[in-house]
């Protein structure tokens, strides 16, 4: 039974692209939360998801940040347009309900 | 504003003495903690929890201690071993909440041989 699993391991992106990152959770797990790290920083909550609904995007940036968890498939958090600030690891995590958390590797994201 | 404060940014310890990790928080509405374990490159993972309904949760070395009135908690790791060398997260749930976590800083543990 694979972990949660997150890819890419590691993206580029010009500013002004798009970014795209996946995140498959663990078998038998509805509930995913996004986290984003930015240097020297802790973990930040951005959103949280289960299949085909947002719970609590509270910690989401309001422009070019959005979140899916549909019904097939991963989970994707797709930044629009991104700037040099974007720039951080973004972690995936997933639980059943009541549990701990299990988080992925992260994709690292580099604007340039 | 920090809800979850982690005042140690970094901490040293010998091999085979006690670590101890310090974390306060001032929300009282926080019912659930957890402490990850975070690796350079790797996502953190899970390592002990405890309900604020308990004040110790013991799990081989670790241990965690709640200490509600002080709203603080600490992990100790007992003997402290060079493997334990990473980023140590506290983390906390909002009672009612949909289990969304909310991280302290982190503190740095290096254990010495």
């Known amino acids: 039974n694979a972990g949660v699993m997150q890819n890419p391991r590691h993206l580029v992106r010009r500013r002004g692209q798009e970014a795209r990152l996946r995140c498959s959770p663990m078998?038998?797990?509805?509930?995913v939360y996004w986290y984003r790290q930015l240097p020297e920083e802790g973990l930040k909550f951005m959103v949280y998801?289960?299949?085909?609904?947002?719970?609590?995007e509270s910690g989401m940036p309001k422009e070019r940040f959005s979140a899916e968890f549909p019904k097939e498939g991963p989970s994707i958090l797709r930044i629009q347009q991104v700037v040099r600030g974007d720039s951080a690891a973004y972690f995936c995590?997933?639980?059943?309900?009541?549990?701990?958390?299990?988080f992925g590797q992260g994709t690292r994201l580099t604007v340039v | 504003d920090q809800q979850v404060k982690q005042n140690s940014p970094s901490l040293s310890v010998q091999e085979g003495r006690i670590s101890i990790l310090n974390c306060d928080y001032t929300?009282?509405?926080?019912?659930?903690f957890l402490w990850y374990k975070k690796y350079p490159a790797e996502g953190p993972t899970f390592l002990i929890s405890?309900?604020?309904?308990?004040d110790k949760n013991e799990d081989g070395r670790f241990t965690v201690f709640l200490n509600k009135s002080a709203k603080h908690l600490s992990l100790h790791i007992v003997p402290s071993q060079p493997g334990d060398s990473a980023v140590y997260f506290c983390?906390?749930?909002?009672?009612?909440?949909?289990?969304?976590?909310?991280f302290g800083k982190g503190t740095k543990l290096s254990v010495k041989p």
């Open positions: 983390a906390a749930i909002l009672e009612g909440s949909q289990g969304n976590l909310i």
């Open positions: 078998k038998g797990h509805s509930h």
């Open positions: 405890i309900s604020s309904i308990k």
């Open positions: 995590a997933s639980s059943l309900m009541d549990t701990e958390a299990f």
């Open positions: 929300n009282s509405m926080f019912d659930y």
């Open positions: 998801l289960q299949k085909e609904n947002i719970i609590d």
